[in-house]
C-alpha cells in the first residue's frame, strides 16, 4: 500500500522544475495531495493530476492511492494514460495490491514500468523482491540499473549490463536478437531497443531501482520514460476524448477531467457525450464554458483550445459522468471497463429532518465517484451508500464536513451479499386488468458462470412487441434485479424475452415498466434463488511456530488453504475466506503473530452460501410480489 507513490512523482516535479520546493508526504506538502485527509493521514485517497516538461515531451502524470479502498481511483485513471508506472516498495515486495494493480494495467493493454523503490531501507533484499516480481507478475521483466549499498541512507544505482537471465527473456520473445546471441555479438543499444519495442507491445516490462525518498534512480526514469510509446495525436483528426474524473468546484461547477485522443476543442464548442457503460443510452449535448490545463506542476491555468494527446479540464458540462466518451469513441483506446465491486453498504444520517442537503451532497459525491451508489428510500426515509472498505467511511465523514458543513453519521458497515438463480426456468405477468392496460411478457432465465454478471437478448418480433416496448422491457429489468427473493441484487444469469404480447387499443405506454418487475420476480419464485456472499483472498508471512494456529483460524471462518510454503523460519500462507468472517482477521493475525506478520487481502469474487450463513436483506419499497399492492402503487392509487 505505502510503496511511496507520492514521493516519486513529488521528486519527479522537483527534478523537472515544476516544482520550487521539494514537498513532502509526513510534512503534509507533496504537491498532489491536496485534500486535508490526505496531508493528515499521508495517505492518496484521490487520483491528481500534475504536468512536466521534458525535452520534446510534455508529460502529464496522474497520481493514483494505493489503499485498496480506492482501487475504483486507479481504474479511472487508466482511462486517460498511454503507460503506466508500477512502483514496488523493496521492503515489502510484491504485495496483493501490487499484483491487482499490475493485471489491471496489464488488461487495459498498457506498457508498463517498474520501479522498486525504498532501496534504502533496512533489511530489503532486492534479489528476492526480484524473483517474486518475475513469479508472481511476469517472467519477462528485466532491470535497467544495479543497486550499491542496499538498506542504507547511502544507496545508490549504476547503470548495468543485461544479466544472463534479461538477455535469455528478450532473446525468448524477440526473434531477431537469436542469432546475434549466439554469435555473442549483441550490444546494449539492441537489446534495449529490443526491451522497449516488447515493454509497447505489453510483452516486456523494464525495471528501475532507486529510493525517491534519497533522489536515487529518478534520473534514470525520468530518462527511459519517453522511450515508451504514446498515442499518434492529430489535431485534424475526428474529434475523440474520454472522461476520466469529475470534480465539482464552489465558483466554477462542475470539473470534467478528459483525455483528448485526438481533435481538438475551444471555448464555447457544443460536445457529443456518449455513455461509455451503456452504448444504447441516447448522446447529449453540452457546451464548454471554459478550459483549463495543468501548466506547471499542479497549477491550472486558462487556454481556450487544446489539442489530441493531452489533458484538460473542462466546465459547464452540466450532464457529464466518469467514463462518458467525447465525440466518437477511439477503437484503439476503448478497453471494456474494469469492475470494481462495492463489498459494503452503510447508512447515512446527519440528524436533520431536512434530508435535502444531506442527499444533495452525497449525491455530488457519487458523481465523482460512482461506486458510491447512494440510494434514497422515502417511505423509510433512509440513505444507504455502498463503499469499499472503512478507510473510505473516514474519508466520507471528511468530505460532508469540510465541503458541505454536514457532520454526518454512518451506521457499522454491513457486508453486500447477491442473488442468482438456482436452475433455468421462466417468468410470466399477464397484466391486462383492470383496463385500460395490456402488457404480456415471457422471460427466460439461464444462470451463468461466477462472475459473469447480467446478459440480456430478445427473441421476440417486433411484430409480436412493438421495439419500444421491448426497449422499456430491458429498462425496467436492471432495477428490478437490484432486489431479488432475498432482497439482494440478482446476477450471474441470463434473462431472455422470449415471449409477449401487446393490445392496439388498451396498452398504455408505461405497462410494460409496470409489468416487468412482476414478471421478474415471478420467474425468481420458479427458478429459486441462490444467496451468494462474498471472499476475501488472503497472502499472510508470518513466524513458522504461529501457522498452526493462522490456519485453524482460517479453517473456522469457512476459509481455504490455497497454498503454504516455509523457508527460513517464515511461512507464507495464501487463503481465501467469506469476507463475513474475516473482517478483522487482519488484527487477529497481528495479535498471534505478536506484530510480526504481514497481511494483505483482496476481493475474490462471489460464492454460494448457505441461507442461515448468510444475511437477507429487508425489502426497499412496495413488493412486487404483492401484485394487487404493486399496481396500485405503480398506477399512483397508495
Not at 15 to 44: F, Y
Not at 184 to 209: N, T, W
Not at 248 to 257: I, L, P, V
Not at 498 to 516: E, K, M, Q, R, V
Amino acid at each position: 500500500m505505502d510503496a511511496g507513490k507520492t514521493t516519486t512523482v513529488e521528486r519527479m516535479l522537483y527534478a523537472c522544475g515544476a516544482t520550487r520546493q521539494l514537498g513532502s508526504v509526513d510534512d503534509g506538502t507533496a504537491a498532489t495531495d491536496s485534500m486535508d485527509i490526505e496531508r493528515s493521514r499521508g495517505i492518496s485517497v484521490r487520483s491528481a493530476s500534475a504536468v512536466i516538461s521534458l525535452p520534446e515531451l510534455r508529460l502529464n502524470l496522474i497520481d493514483t492511492p494505493g489503499h485498496m479502498d480506492f482501487m475504483a481511483e486507479v481504474q479511472r485513471a487508466l482511462l486517460a494514460v498511454d503507460c503506466g508506472l508500477l512502483i514496488v516498495s523493496a521492503a515489502e515486495g510484491v504485495q496483493s495490491q501490487t499484483e491487482l494493480f499490475f493485471r489491471a494495467m496489464e488488461q487495459a493493454g498498457l506498457p508498463v514500468i517498474l520501479f522498486v523503490n525504498k532501496i534504502d531501507r533496512a533489511g530489503v533484499d532486492t534479489r528476492r523482491v526480484f524473483a517474486e516480481l518475475t513469479k508472481k507478475l511476469s517472467p519477462h521483466i528485466v532491470a535497467l540499473n544495479a543497486v550499491k549499498a542496499q538498506g542504507a541512507r547511502n544507496c545508490a544505482v549504476e547503470d548495468a549490463a543485461f544479466d544472463d537471465d534479461g538477455v535469455l527473456a528478450l532473446c525468448s520473445l524477440d526473434e531477431t536478437l537469436e542469432d546475434g546471441f549466439a554469435r555473442g555479438a549483441l550490444s546494449q543499444k539492441q537489446m534495449e531497443d529490443s526491451l522497449f519495442r516488447l515493454c509497447a507491445q505489453g510483452r516486456a516490462y523494464p525495471l528501475v531501482y532507486g529510493s525517491a525518498a534519497c533522489d536515487v534512480g529518478i534520473d534514470k526514469l525520468l530518462e527511459i520514460i519517453p522511450r515508451l510509446p504514446r498515442i499518434c495525436a492529430r489535431a485534424d483528426g475526428p474529434l475523440s476524448g474520454k472522461i476520466y474524473k469529475i470534480e465539482h468546484d464552489k465558483a466554477m461547477g462542475k470539473a470534467a477531467h478528459i483525455r483528448l485522443f485526438s481533435g481538438q476543442i475551444q471555448n464555447r464548442d457544443t460536445l457529443t457525450l456518449l455513455d461509455g457503460g451503456n452504448p444504447r443510452a441516447e448522446p447529449r449535448t453540452e457546451k464548454v464554458t471554459q478550459i483549463r490545463q495543468f501548466s506547471t506542476g499542479t497549477k491550472l491555468a486558462d487556454c481556450g483550445r487544446f489539442s489530441g494527446g493531452d489533458i484538460a479540464v473542462l466546465y459547464g458540462l452540466a450532464s457529464a459522468k466518469v467514463g462518458d466518451i467525447v465525440g466518437e469513441i477511439c477503437v484503439a483506446r476503448h478497453a471494456p471497463p474494469l469492475q470494481t465491486t462495492p463489498l459494503f453498504h452503510v447508512r447515512v444520517t446527519d440528524g436533520n429532518p431536512n434530508p435535502t442537503p444531506l442527499l444533495t451532497a452525497v449525491r455530488e459525491l457519487a458523481e465523482e465517484d460512482p461506486l458510491l451508489s447512494c440510494e434514497w428510500e422515502p417511505d423509510e426515509r433512509e440513505l444507504t451508500v455502498s463503499i469499499m472498505g472503512e478507510v473510505q467511511i473516514e474519508v466520507l465523514r471528511h468530505l460532508l464536513a469540510a465541503r458541505y458543513g454536514i457532520r454526518a453519521e454512518f451506521s457499522p458497515p454491513s457486508v453486500i451479499y447477491k442473488e442468482t438463480v438456482r436452475e433455468a426456468g421462466t417468468g410470466y405477468e399477464r397484466y391486462t386488468m383492470p383496463k385500460p392496460c395490456w402488457a404480456v411478457i415471457e422471460l427466460s432465465f439461464e444462470p451463468l458462470p461466477a462472475g459473469s454478471g447480467y446478459v440480456y437478448e430478445s427473441t421476440v418480433q417486433k411484430s409480436q412487441i412493438p421495439q419500444r416496448y421491448q426497449n422499456h422491457i430491458e429498462t425496467a429489468l436492471p432495477e428490478a434485479m437490484k432486489q431479488g427473493l432475498y432482497g439482494w441484487e440478482v446476477t450471474d444469469l441470463k434473462i431472455t424475452l422470449s415471449g409477449g404480447g401487446w393490445h392496439h387499443i388498451h396498452t398504455h405506454p408505461l405497462d410494460f415498466f409496470l409489468a416487468t418487475p412482476l414478471a421478474f420476480m415471478n420467474g425468481m419464485l420458479n427458478c429459486g434463488s441462490q444467496l451468494l456472499e462474498p471472499f476475501l483472498r488472503m497472502n499472510i508471512e508470518a513466524p513458522e511456530e504461529v501457522s498452526g494456529k493462522l490456519i485453524s483460524e482460517i479453517i473456522n471462518m469457512r476459509g481455504e488453504i490455497i497454498g503454504s510454503v516455509t523457508a527460513g523460519g517464515r511461512t507464507e500462507l495464501e487463503a481465501c475466506a467469506p469476507l463475513s468472517e474475516a473482517m478483522d482477521f487482519s488484527v487477529r493475525v497481528n495479535s498471534l503473530a505478536s506484530g510480526k506478520a504481514q497481511y494483505a487481502s483482496r476481493f475474490d469474487g462471489y460464492r454460494p452460501c448457505l441461507l442461515e450463513l448468510g444475511k437477507t436483506a429487508r425489502r426497499r419499497g412496495v413488493d412486487p410480489l404483492d401484485r394487487a399492492k404493486w399496481i396500485l402503487y405503480k398506477r399512483g392509487a397508495l
